[in-house]
C-alpha cells in the first residue's frame, strides 16, 4: 500500500479501501466540432445578404480573414449564424447533482450513463471543495457514500431491478455525459454557468469547455464567459463579491492557455 495514504474499514462488503480511490476527478473532452466554424458562420450570415453563389460564396470566404465580420456578428447581436457550427463534448467526472443542471439547457443533445442499465460494481463520488479541506470531514463523507452504495449493492442482490435500486444512491454518484450543442447555446451556457454566482462543479466543468472551444474558434468565443466580461454585472444585489478587473484577467489568462 502506498504511504501517507488515507484507507477507510467498511467491514463485509469492501474490505481496506483507499480514499483517494473513492474520488472522482473532473474530465473534459472535445470529441467532434464543425469544421472551420469562422467560416461556416460568416458564410450563414453573408448567404442572407447576397445574390452570389454558394461556390461564389466559398471562395470569398475562403480567401478572406473573417475575425473583423464575425466579431460584427457578436456586437449587433446578429447570432442565429452561430447555430450552425455545433460542438461535442465528452465529461466524466461530475455528480448527479451537476447533471441535473446541466440539462436545464435545452438547446442542447445530451446521452448520460443511464442508473436504470448499468449495473455499478464500483463507483466513484464528487467531493465538495468546502468539505475536502478538512481530511477527516472528507473520509466521513466518503464513508457516508460507501454506505449508500453498499444499501445500492444489496438490494440488486436481493434481486430489486438497478431502476429501483438506484433510489438509495447520492447525489454525489459520479456519472458521463455526452453533450452537443451550437456555438449560440454555447456562448448562452458560458454566459451563465461561468459565472461566480454559479455553482461551483458546473463552473469548473464550463470553463474547462470553454478552453476547448476558444482554441477551434478564438474569434468566435472571445468574449464568451460571464456578463462582466464585456460590461458591468448583470446580477444586482446578487453580485460576487470579486472585482471586474479580477475576472477579466482569470479569462484572459484562461484564453491565454489555449494558445
Not at 478572406?64 to 447581436?77: E, N, S, T
Amino acid at each position: 500500500m502506498r504511504k501517507n495514504l488515507e484507507v477507510i474499514f467498511l467491514p463485509d462488503d469492501f474490505g481496506d479501501i483507499e480514499l483517494d480511490s473513492l474520488e472522482a476527478k473532473l474530465n473534459v473532452k472535445l470529441l467532434q466540432y464543425t469544421s472551420q466554424p469562422e467560416n461556416l458562420i460568416a458564410m450563414a450570415a453573408k448567404l442572407t445578404q447576397s445574390d452570389s453563389t454558394i461556390e461564389e460564396l466559398l471562395k470569398k470566404i475562403s480567401e478572406k480573414d473573417q475575425a473583423k465580420f464575425i466579431g460584427a456578428l457578436v456586437d449587433i447581436g446578429h447570432l442565429s449564424p452561430f447555430e450552425h457550427a455545433y460542438y461535442t463534448f465528452g465529461v466524466e467526472g461530475i455528480s448527479r447533482a451537476c447533471s441535473h443542471q446541466l440539462v436545464r439547457h435545452r438547446i442542447a443533445s445530451y446521452s448520460q450513463q443511464s442508473q436504470r442499465y448499468v449495473n455499478y460494481k464500483n463507483l466513484k463520488f464528487i467531493v465538495p471543495p468546502e468539505i475536502a479541506k478538512d481530511e477527516q470531514k472528507k473520509k466521513e463523507f466518503l464513508t457516508e457514500c460507501l454506505e449508500d452504495f453498499r444499501k445500492y449493492l444489496k438490494l440488486v442482490e436481493e434481486g430489486y431491478s438497478e431502476e429501483d435500486s438506484r433510489f438509495v444512491l447520492p447525489n454525489a454518484t459520479e456519472t458521463k455525459i455526452i453533450i452537443t450543442m451550437n456555438a449560440r447555446e454555447l456562448l448562452h451556457f458560458y454566459e451563465l454557468r461561468t459565472c461566480e454566482r454559479a455553482q461551483w462543479e458546473i463552473r469548473n466543468m464550463a470553463k474547462e469547455m470553454l478552453k476547448f472551444a476558444y482554441a477551434t474558434a478564438p474569434n468566435l468565443f472571445k468574449d464568451a464567459g460571464p456578463n462582466c466580461l464585456r460590461g458591468p454585472c448583470t446580477e444586482g444585489k446578487y453580485k460576487c463579491k470579486r472585482e471586474i478587473p479580477e475576472i477579466r484577467e482569470e479569462f484572459e489568462e484562461l484564453k491565454r492557455q489555449t494558445g
